[in-house]
């Protein structure tokens, strides 16, 4: 079974302080890996899309990487505006997205 | 923006009713998929409609049903209502040649429903 997993659930950084977010994923064969911000009532926004390990993508102050087992999001020099919830997810078997339970980041001026 | 639109916005419904959620999707997108967002959880897929017909569902029971429309907009119904029903529904859309995964997906802002 297709499988998302993310770490920590919650994370509190200051401003300036760079981090990283986890995605562990299982899955039989991986259609995409995509990460997505989504604001307090508001609908998830996409972010990246990740195809094969190995790969890169960038914007602004995040960048996020693949390997075979894991996604990484990573956030340098953070500022509030920053503060969301991160979705990772799978692309699924039926052109749907199987997504994580997010990791809630919240940066402090 | 992502131009999908959804509506309404928010509302509540009493336990055993039946409501209806409508959502456009981005010009140019073919694809439409709704999916379920509990508080502190990540949505969960309850379907998805491609060229007015439904070709991927996910763990969800038949009272859950849909309708895609010719100009690609669609609806989500819920018939008897149940108080764990009581969530943010999400629309997406885009575009997909085959009816298989296609691009980028694009989320709406959401329809809060309140089952009481």
């Known amino acids: 079974e297709d499988q998302v997993t993310q770490s920590p659930e919650a994370l509190r950084l200051q401003e300036g302080e760079s981090s990283s977010l986890n995605c562990s994923y299982t899955v039989s064969g991986l259609r995409g890996l995509f990460w997505y911000r989504q604001d307090p009532g508001k609908g998830p926004e996409f972010l990246f899309t990740l195809y094969s390990a190995g790969e890169e993508k960038e914007k602004e102050r995040l960048k996020a990487t693949l390997t075979k087992k894991e996604s990484f999001l990573h956030i340098t020099a953070p500022k509030p505006e920053d503060s969301a919830t991160y979705l990772c997810a799978l692309g699924g078997s039926q052109g749907n997205l199987i997504f994580g339970k997010g990791t809630k980041l919240s940066v402090k001026p | 923006e992502t131009g999908v639109t959804q509506s309404p916005t928010h509302l509540i419904k009493t336990r055993g009713q039946q409501v209806t959620l409508r959502c456009s999707s981005q010009s140019g997108h073919n694809t439409v998929s709704w999916y379920q967002q509990a508080l502190g959880q990540g949505p969960q897929f309850i379907f998805q409609y491609y060229r007015e017909e439904e070709n991927g569902r996910g763990n969800f029971p038949p009272r859950f049903s849909g309708l895609q429309f010719p100009n690609y907009s669609s609806e989500l119904n819920v018939n008897a209502l149940e108080l764990d029903d009581s969530a943010l529904y999400l629309c997406?859309?885009?575009?997909?040649?085959?009816?298989?995964?296609?691009?980028?997906?694009?989320f709406g802002e959401g329809s809060w429903l309140t089952v009481v």
């Open positions: 997406a859309s885009s575009l997909a040649s085959t009816g298989g995964f296609g691009n980028t997906i694009y």
